[in-house]
């Protein structure tokens, strides 16, 4: 076999077991209790984990650092293109610096918002999410995971709450934090961000056909987990894996 017939066979090999290693692809609207959930479930299953929102949010970042306009589609996708992050032990980097608590600030999430409307800066982030599919099986949490990243997961779930519900949640965590916010700031911010991420034209926030509705208002994290690991092994059992 030559250098390059090994090459082929083992890219080929790549796409095989990424083809057929399991996807739980989560969506949901923004503080639905998705990334607690996909997490619960990553840890229970021993998958990889994708918060694909942590890519909007560090592109929406590397912007504002660089002072790049919002709405400059053109300097945001090449700032995604080029986007230096490193995600290792929980932490997440941008051009070497730690900004895992950075990136979860309103602002960067408002920056997110606003970037991910752009089909370049979507384009651009698209094989870096594909690649985290590896085995024995992937997590994948956002808003497009099952729409259009992971169009063939087995599960695809559809995690959502009201908005007073998903407003009450952030705001318990952030003052959990010791941060002063006022709730009917959090409830706008809500509103406006699901506006934004359902109404954009490209991959916008919307149930997948083949999704299940999980409605977590009245529901626990530990409630949530299980329902979501009984639909992945009731679909396994039908995959006959
Ligand atoms: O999940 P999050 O709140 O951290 O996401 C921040 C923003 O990134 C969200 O308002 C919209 C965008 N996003 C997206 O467009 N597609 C994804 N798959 C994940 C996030």
Redesign the pocket.
């Known amino acids: 076999m030559t250098a390059s017939d090994q090459g082929r066979a083992s890219a080929s090999r790549e796409t095989l077991e990424r083809g057929s290693t399991p996807v739980i692809a989560i969506d949901g609207p923004?503080a639905s209790g998705k990334?607690t959930v996909a997490l619960g479930v990553a840890d229970q299953l021993g998958f990889h984990y994708l918060?694909?929102?942590?890519l909007?949010?560090l592109v929406g970042l590397a912007a504002l650092q660089d002072r790049i306009a919002l709405d400059d589609e053109e300097r945001v996708a090449e700032a995604a293109k080029g986007l230096e992050a490193a995600f290792d032990g929980g932490r997440i980097r941008l051009r070497g610096a730690d900004v895992t608590d950075a990136i979860r600030s309103e602002a960067v999430?408002s920056a997110?918002?606003r970037v991910?409307v752009f089909p370049a800066v979507?384009t651009a982030l698209l094989s870096g999410q594909r690649a985290f599919r590896r085995p024995p099986g992937l997590v994948a949490e956002?808003?497009?995971?099952g729409t259009v990243?992971f169009p063939d997961a087995l599960v695809k779930i559809y995690v959502t709450a009201t908005p007073e519900a998903r407003a009450m949640r952030r705001y318990n965590q952030l003052i959990e934090k010791g941060n002063s916010v006022i709730i009917e700031g959090l409830l706008r911010d809500i509103r406006e961000?699901d506006a934004?991420?359902s109404a954009r034209a490209v991959?916008p926030l919307r149930v997948a056909a083949d999704a299940i509705v999980l409605d977590t208002t009245d529901m626990t994290i530990g409630e949530s987990v299980v329902f979501v690991l009984e639909k992945y092994r009731a679909a396994i059992g039908k995959a006959g894996r």
């Open positions: 923004a990334g918060e694909s929102g942590s909007y949010r999430g997110a918002s991910a979507r956002g808003r497009d995971m990243v961000r934004r991420d991959a």
